[in-house]
């Protein structure tokens, strides 16, 4: 047995183009675990000198990066993450979108039953991961419900066309509308919403149909509009998911800040110093300017971007508010009015100085009636035209500081640290005070 293995009668070759030296492989076998899980081995782990690990298919010698054939802990090294975040999504618009995802195809099978909370919450934690093949992962961050871990997985390069320069630099998602923002590292700007795929075709009924929008699609850099629909590029298998719809092609640096929020606008920084402002109702670009153009300011260029709802200064009503940091630890405040039309326009309101020079990294927001955050949303949208107020502060975080800002007044207070903060973000804590009401209160977790 020995001689006849020692004499392969096939032999295929495998290139790993643009990678690091390989370092191990471990073949992951389907029919049993003999000849050290080379019996109808379905694919082959491959380990690389940086840390990385690439998946390749034995039948057809193909690499697949399928984010859902490994648990997370070994989807986030294939390939290398760039950028990671966590959001909050409402527990029935989350399992609704876990419900058409639910089909199980991971290699690791067995394993102790895991045994399910029996607490109920009304919020879900979600995981979103960017990696450097341009591959937009998200996950379920507290899998107690569900019997298997699905994953959504999107990757701006098939909707941009391209192999290179699509690593994730950043991405926002917008739990309540199921939007998605993804900026790739040349500073293209991909939209996406979970939606049914109008494009859904898996028999390939409508191939003739398809090979003439390819065509006519191939690619889109000598395209000179800034907003460019691609809905045509929604993947053909896929009944129900985060399809693409627009790419912002602005061509001015990479992006420094993206912000989607909850109300249908989109908020992109980039490193020339421009701001824009995408309403995706249009979509249409509602506002395009560059930091140079505002007075008191000594800033190069905008590192962080959040819409809220709250009272501005001496305002008796809420207003929708665009909050800007920038790498001098300015907060620029814009405010998002109605126009002409049905539809919005930014009008500046004021840049204010912090004390740390450093770039703002985060922004938030809470109320000081319920302690809750100012962050702008659907409800409070909607309300805004019962003239109601919501009185707040905003809460700037950079390198070394965490100041407390009332806006429209000179009042703030500031917490300053001796090492850098790494991360920032509001927590809720309920409490029943001297008067048996409950109440909750807000806790700024550095």
């Known amino acids: 047995m ?12 495998c290139p790993i183009v643009g990678k690091a030296p390989l370092v191990d492989i471990i073949p992951i076998a389907t029919s049993s675990p003999y000849f050290d899980g080379g019996h109808a081995a379905s694919c082959i782990l491959v380990l690389l000198e940086n840390g990385e690990m690439e998946t390749l298919l034995s039948a057809n010698g193909l690499f697949t990066s399928k984010a859902s054939l490994f648990p997370q802990s070994l989807s986030l090294s294939r390939p290398h993450a760039t950028v990671t975040s966590a959001v909050s999504v409402p527990s029935k618009i989350w399992l609704g979108m876990m419900s058409s995802n639910s089909k199980y195809d991971g290699l690791l099978k067995g394993g102790r039953v895991m045994k399910k909370s029996g607490k109920v919450s009304n919020m879900r934690n979600a995981l979103l991961s960017g990696h450097s093949n341009g591959a937009v992962r998200l996950w379920d961050a507290c899998a107690n419900e ?98 693409p719809e627009t790419v912002i092609k602005l061509r001015r640096g990479n992006v420094t800040a993206l912000k989607n929020s909850n109300i249908g606008f989109v908020g992109i920084a980039y490193s020339n110093g421009d701001i824009t402002v995408i ?3 249009g979509p249409a670009i509602i506002y395009l300017d560059n930091i140079e153009n505002m007075v008191r300011k000594r800033g190069y260029m905008v590192t962080s971007i959040e819409f809220v709802v709250m009272q501005y200064g001496d305002d008796s009503y809420s207003s929708i508010l665009m909050l800007c940091g920038t790498d001098c630890g300015e907060l620029i405040v814009n405010k998002v009015l109605p126009a002409s039309g049905g539809r919005f326009c930014i009008e500046h309101i004021e840049v204010m100085k912090t004390g740390d020079h450093s ?34 502060k905003v809460i700037t975080v950079s390198d070394h500081e965490v100041r407390t800002i009332k806006l429209g007044f000179s ?36």
């Open 411 to 446: 009042k703030d207070n500031s917490k300053s640290y001796r090492h850098n903060i790494a991360a920032a973000g509001l927590s809720y804590a309920s409490y029943v005070n001297s008067k048996g009401e409950r109440k909750i209160k807000s806790y700024v977790i550095t």
């Open 279 to 281: 309403d995706r109702r």
């Open 2 to 13: 020995s001689k006849f293995y020692a004499h392969p009668h096939q032999e295929k070759l």
């Open 359 to 392: 770039p703002i990294t985060n922004i938030l927001s809470v109320a000081t009636e319920t302690g809750y955050s100012c962050e702008a949303t659907i409800v409070k949208m909607q309300a805004l035209s019962n003239g109601g107020s919501i009185p707040g």
């Open 146 to 243: 569900l019997d298997e871990s699905a994953v959504f997985e999107v990757n701006i390069g098939r909707v941009l066309n391209r192999a290179d320069n699509v690593s994730i630099a950043n991405m926002s998602f917008a739990p309540d509308t199921l939007e998605l923002a993804v900026a790739a590292e040349n500073g293209d700007v991909a939209l996406f919403k979970y939606e049914v795929n109008q494009f859904f075709d898996p028999q390939g009924k409508n191939a003739d149909k398809s090979l003439d929008i390819d065509f006519s699609r191939f690619s889109i850099e000598d395209i000179n509009e800034p907003l460019i629909d691609v809905r045509d590029r929604s993947p053909p298998n896929v009944r129900q998911g985060l399809m």
